[in-house]
Nanobody
Framework: QVQLVESGGGLVQAGGSLRLSCVAS????????VGWFRQAPGKEREFVAA????????YYGDSVKGRFTISRDIAKTTVYLQMDSLKPEDTAVYYC?????????????????WGPGTQVTVSS
């Protein structure tokens, strides 16, 4: 079992920045990498970004490329999501998730463990 906890969400104006953190604990040795997803009201959960723990494999969703940056700190078993140039359409609950196998750029159903989520609200 891997436990994940997100933090860093909040309210920000359009054009602003936030940094989300995802701390992993438990059987982290079984974790291949971490992905960030988001879900807005009435919408499906959307892939945002993912990285393996080695940092050599990184993916971004098309809607966040050039604005968001994913990084990780192995010693702290923490993955960060730096979000810059935020837009109102970035408003959602952001979740981090981990999976025990490769192919990080995949749908949410393929991820094994999830955090409870953190709310990000971007005002116009």
């Amino acid at each position: 079992q891997v436990q994940l906890v997100e933090s860093g969400g909040g309210l920000v104006q359009a054009g602003g920045s936030l940094r989300l953190s995802c701390v992993a604990s438990g059987s982290t040795f079984s974790s291949y990498g971490v992905g960030w997803f988001r879900q807005a009201p009435g919408k499906e959960r959307e892939f945002v970004a993912a990285t393996d723990w080695g940092g050599s494999i990184i993916y971004y969703g098309d809607s966040v490329k050039g604005r968001f940056t994913i990084s990780r700190d192995i010693a702290k078993t923490t993955v960060y999501l730096q979000m810059d140039s935020l837009k109102p359409e970035d408003t959602a609950v952001y979740y981090c998730a981990t999976k025990t196998s490769p192919e990080l750029r995949t749908g949410p159903a393929r991820y094994d463990y999830w955090g409870p989520g953190t709310q990000v609200t971007v005002s116009s």
